[in-house]
């Protein structure tokens, strides 16, 4: 947002700052690839200055309390900034203290995650010696970030287990709390023999009540146990805990945000975007980038006191690793499920909707460079648009869903 | 050939239904399309066909799942658990089996879903 926003409000009227707590900047989907050596620690990590332009002040210290009604921030250290205008960008992060057991005696020991930097490394780890066994990939509970995260990893697992010959020795069960693998119907339709073909045992609507670590299991609360050798869980996921403190979030920290212009449902000098807030569109970093371009003006908008541009879908779009090296690309929003076709160019492709393919793997693993050397820049993706295009899809007919 | 164009003529995306006389449309799991169509004597038939007699404490849960629906939020078997109208225990014993997906379905709206 720095990167779109210094283009058009200068100084010395404006004065952009980011308050960021880290310093350094993490490629969140290379979590995926780092437990298999796909990827290596320096792939997916870079500093925060590396991204933000000259005229934009980074302030890399921890904030206590958003104070709304002030409209202030108070730092850690007691000190009070004022604004004008807030963009909350605090994502979503896991809490396995949510899941009675779950970080018990066996957290990265047989219990992993791989949705931060330190659980991908230790899963890393442990990947590159185990010897084979039961096998459980998990969710908690929806929503997730990239909720097609865990799917990724079974399938990445299974390529990874038969490279190493060893996956006559793994029994991969994935575990969701959801009615299947799959919960849309062309979903399922094009995609569910992908989970035959590689053997991979699916439990449905299983709602985690504790992790046993004695016995290693997972049990239900219909009292259904699944036991584990190594489980591999993707624990709830919550907004920041800035936000609880702040007294701004929904019962799982997520900002109420209006779905459309991604304003703040309480404060409209506050905006949203990304996993933060509690829009129903879907927890994956294409979102908040295709957001980016509705809110710069969206902002600029309100500065002039205009009426906000109603124009977020719930556009999203995304590689989906099916391994041997083969991917999928879906692209959806919140009307339309996932369908066939080609992308982005109606009828041409290159890349095909809906069906694996190596040139979407292709298209997955040149993503880092464009995020890192486009998307954080600021540059729009040519022939890819904030909103989504219906032309060269394979629609039925246009019907509502929901989430 | 013949038998791939067979199994597409069955294969049916929405279905009509009667229930008490009025005319509903479900989805190819049994869930109604149009949330508009759906009253009291539609959630009592839905339920019968799970096997649940509806009792005071199952409408408490299947209104409090509409307004969840209506505001848009994304439903969990967690923040069922959370909300204080009823807890996950009293949840499974209102609705034995996978009660989410069976509650939401009595209720008429969509079943929690992924984006795939």
């Known amino acids: ?403 | 050939m013949l038998i791939n164009l067979f199994k597409s003529s069955l294969k049916k995306q929405n279905m009509e239904r009667t229930i008490n006389g009025k005319s509903i449309t479900v989805n190819e799991e049994g869930y109604l399309k149009d949330f508009s169509q759906w009253d009291d004597k539609v959630g009592e038939a839905l339920a019968a066909e799970s096997g649940i007699a509806l009792t005071p404490r199952h409408w408490e849960v299947l209104k409090y799942l509409q307004n969840e629906q209506k505001n848009q939020v994304a439903l969990s078997i967690r923040r069922v658990g959370k909300s204080g109208v009823v807890d996950i225990k009293e949840f499974y014993q209102l609705f034995p089996i996978a009660p989410l997906k069976t509650a939401t379905k009595i209720a008429g709206i969509p079943k929690p879903a992924s984006c795939i």
């Not at chain 1, 299983?206 to 046993?212: G, L, R, S, T």
């Open chain 1, 1 to 403: 947002m720095a990167n779109h926003l210094h283009h058009h409000l200068k100084q010395p009227d404006w004065q952009i700052s980011i308050i960021d707590e880290r310093k350094e900047h993490y490629y969140q989907p290379g979590y995926l690839f780092l437990p298999f050596d796909i990827y290596a620690p320096e792939d997916i990590i870079k500093t925060v200055e590396e991204f933000i332009p000259k005229e934009v002040k980074l302030i890399k210290q921890k904030i206590n309390r958003i104070l709304p009604s002030a409209n202030k921030i108070q730092l850690d250290g007691g000190e009070e900034l004022s604004y004008d205008i807030l963009i909350i960008a605090t994502g979503a992060k896991i809490a396995p203290e949510e899941i009675e057991g779950m970080k018990g005696a066996e957290w990265q020991k047989s219990v992993f995650d791989f949705y931060t930097f330190e659980g991908a490394l230790a899963l890393r780890n442990k990947l590159r010696e185990w010897e084979g066994g039961k096998l459980v990939v998990h969710i908690t509970e929806m929503p997730i970030k990239c909720p097609v995260a865990p799917l990724e990893f079974t399938f990445l697992a299974d390529s990874f287990f038969k490279h190493k010959h060893m996956r006559d020795k793994v029994d991969i069960t994935y575990v969701t709390p959801l009615s299947g693998a799959f919960t849309k119907p062309k979903a399922n339709e094009a995609l569910d023999h992908l989970l035959e073909e590689k053997n991979i045992n699916v439990e449905s609507d299983f709602a985690i009540e504790h992790v046993d670590n004695e016995k290693k299991a997972i049990v239900d609360y219909g009292g259904k146990r699944i036991p584990f050798d190594l489980l591999v869980t993707v624990p709830t996921n919550k907004g920041d805990d800035l936000i609880e403190r702040s007294g701004m979030g929904d019962e799982l920290n997520y900002v109420p945000a209006n779905k459309a212009t991604l304003q703040s449902k309480e404060y409209e000098n506050i905006f949203v975007i990304g996993d933060a807030s509690n829009i129903p569109a879907s927890k994956a970093g294409s979102v908040a980038h295709f957001e980016a371009e509705i809110l710069t003006d969206n902002i600029l908008l309100y500065i002039k006191g205009q009426p906000l541009k109603e124009e977020f879908d719930g556009h999203a779009n995304c590689f989906i690793e099916t391994g041997n090296g083969k991917a999928l690309l879906i692209d959806f929003n919140y009307t339309h499920e996932p369908v066939e076709g080609s992308f982005p160019f109606p009828g041409i492709g290159p890349l095909r909707l809906l069906k694996e393919s190596r040139m979407n793997h292709m298209g997955k693993l040149a993503f880092r460079w464009i995020y890192w050397n486009v998307l954080l820049k600021g540059t729009h993706i040519p022939f890819v648009s904030a909103t989504m295009s219906e032309s060269g899809k394979h629609y039925d007919k246009v019907e509502s869903v929901a989430n």
